[in-house]
């Protein structure tokens, strides 16, 4: 069985690059099927695709006006794959507009009803939100894939960061735009408030080494998402009326707080940020819960002893941590 031909699997960290044809739905039919052989052409002949899937470490996902690439090596195969598809565009196909965004997070594999793989997961939709924020011919990237790439001197003069960008929900993210002299788009994007304020290269001091341990932690937080999600529902079932809906305050609320990092290796946080992203998307699906954003909770720390208060600034009926406390599990 290929790649991205598999049941639901486990959680697993993917380095994403997320694309699409920027002005796709204005063409007509034939021009968008011509734009779509064209794309396609392009990204089956980089080196990084050809390599990726003749290996069956990478899974392909088609988006309609462009496609998602998930890569397991490390996160610099989807920012070469960017780069290469980049300089075929402006060598050979300069009518194409293209815009990529790249993010490494928890993804998992499904099958759909055709039987044909997908992915899902809180790092799809991260670099696809990374992605948008963008113009035609940038290639933006997360935080969290710059400070990975500035490990390496040779990408350190083409990260530039650009700020915060406003996404779905009205959460934040901090975008770096990568280019060089010849490839990219260093004009700051649309998206962002105007500004006459130069885009600043990322400071080397804000980057975090990467895991060594990385097959233990994914499925440890694997493991984790799923006992923590199976814990919120069993709790709420079991939860009968409570204070929080005289107080005019939504029982079908929650609050997930930052994950702490309680390993020797501090390379590890980077997998516990991962894990609070999946458990947000998976509990965003129940219907008429009301999750808090991960921006709203991230400056609480991970193991605070007034739950209740926490909760009562978050206008939610109970925190995270406070409903696997009523569940009897230990899910943080």
Same mark, same amino acid.
């Given at each position: 069985?290929?790649?991205?031909?598999?049941?639901?699997?486990?959680?697993?960290?993917?380095?994403?690059?997320?694309? #699409?044809?920027?002005? @796709?739905?204005?063409?007509?039919?034939?021009?968008?099927?011509?734009?779509?052989?064209?794309?396609?052409?392009?990204?089956?002949?980089?080196?990084?695709?050809?390599?990726?899937?003749?290996?069956?470490?990478?899974?392909?996902?088609?988006?309609?006006?462009?496609?998602?690439?998930?890569?397991?090596?490390?996160?610099?195969?989807?920012?070469?794959?960017?780069?290469?598809?980049?300089?075929?565009?402006?060598?050979?196909?300069?009518?194409?507009?293209?815009?990529?965004?790249?993010?490494?997070?928890?993804?998992?594999?499904?099958? #759909?009803?055709?039987?044909?793989?997908?992915?899902?997961?809180?790092?799809?939709?991260?670099?696809?939100?990374?992605?948008?924020?963008?113009?035609?011919?940038?290639?933006?990237?997360?935080?969290?894939?710059?400070? #990975?790439?500035?490990?390496?001197?040779?990408?350190?003069?083409?990260?530039?960061?650009?700020? %915060?960008?406003?996404?779905?929900?009205?959460?934040?993210?901090?975008?770096?735009?990568?280019?060089?002299?010849?490839?990219?788009?260093?004009?700051?994007?649309?998206?962002?408030?105007?500004?006459? %304020?130069?885009?600043?290269?990322?400071?080397?001091?804000?980057?975090?080494?990467?895991?060594?341990?990385?097959?233990? +932690? +994914?499925?440890?937080?694997?493991? +984790?998402?799923?006992?923590?999600?199976?814990?919120?529902?069993?709790?709420?079932?079991?939860?009968?009326?409570?204070?929080?809906?005289?107080?005019?305050?939504?029982?079908?609320?929650?609050?997930?707080?930052?994950?702490?990092?309680?390993?020797?290796?501090?390379?590890?946080?980077?997998?516990?940020?991962?894990?609070?992203? %999946? +458990?947000?998307?998976?509990?965003?699906?129940?219907? #008429?819960?009301?999750?808090?954003?991960?921006?709203?909770?991230?400056? @609480?720390?991970?193991?605070?002893?007034?739950?209740? %208060?926490?909760?009562?600034?978050?206008?939610?009926?109970?925190?995270?941590?406070?409903?696997?406390?009523?569940?009897?599990?230990?899910?943080?």
């Amino acid at each position: 069985m290929s790649a991205e031909v598999k049941k639901e699997i486990q959680l697993e960290i993917g380095h994403v690059l997320f694309m #699409d044809i920027v002005g @796709y739905s204005k063409q007509l039919i034939n021009e968008q099927r011509a734009l779509r052989q064209t794309l396609n052409q392009i990204v089956r002949q980089t080196e990084q695709f050809r390599t990726a899937d003749a290996t069956g470490s990478l899974i392909k996902s088609p988006t309609g006006d462009g496609m998602a690439l998930i890569f397991h090596g490390s996160p610099e195969e989807p920012v070469e794959c960017a780069l290469e598809i980049s300089r075929a565009i402006k060598e050979q196909h300069s009518k194409l507009q293209l815009r990529m965004g790249v993010h490494s997070g928890p993804v998992s594999g499904v099958v #759909d009803v055709n039987g044909r793989g997908n992915v899902a997961g809180a790092g799809i939709n991260t670099a696809q939100r990374v992605m948008d924020c963008g113009d035609a011919g940038h290639i933006l990237l997360s935080k969290r894939v710059a400070e #990975d790439l500035e490990q390496f001197k040779h990408w350190r003069p083409h990260l530039y960061h650009i700020g %915060e960008c406003e996404v779905k929900h009205g959460e934040r993210i901090e975008i770096v735009n990568l280019f060089t002299a010849e490839l990219g788009n260093s004009e700051r994007p649309k998206s962002f408030t105007k500004s006459a %304020e130069k885009v600043e290269a990322v400071p080397v001091s804000t980057a975090r080494p990467p895991s060594r341990k990385r097959g233990l +932690i +994914i499925l440890a937080c694997a493991a +984790i998402a799923v006992l923590a999600v199976a814990s919120f529902l069993l709790w709420h079932r079991q939860k009968t009326q409570t204070p929080a809906s005289a107080s005019g305050v939504s029982e079908k609320s929650v609050a997930v707080l930052p994950f702490e990092n309680l390993s020797r290796d501090p390379d590890n946080a980077y997998f516990a940020d991962g894990i609070q992203d %999946e +458990i947000l998307t998976r509990l965003s699906k129940i219907a #008429d819960l009301k999750v808090i954003s991960r921006t709203s909770t991230q400056h @609480y720390k991970s193991a605070p002893e007034n739950l209740p %208060e926490i909760a009562k600034q978050l206008g939610v009926a109970t925190s995270w941590k406070e409903a696997c406390r009523r569940a009897a599990t230990p899910c943080a």
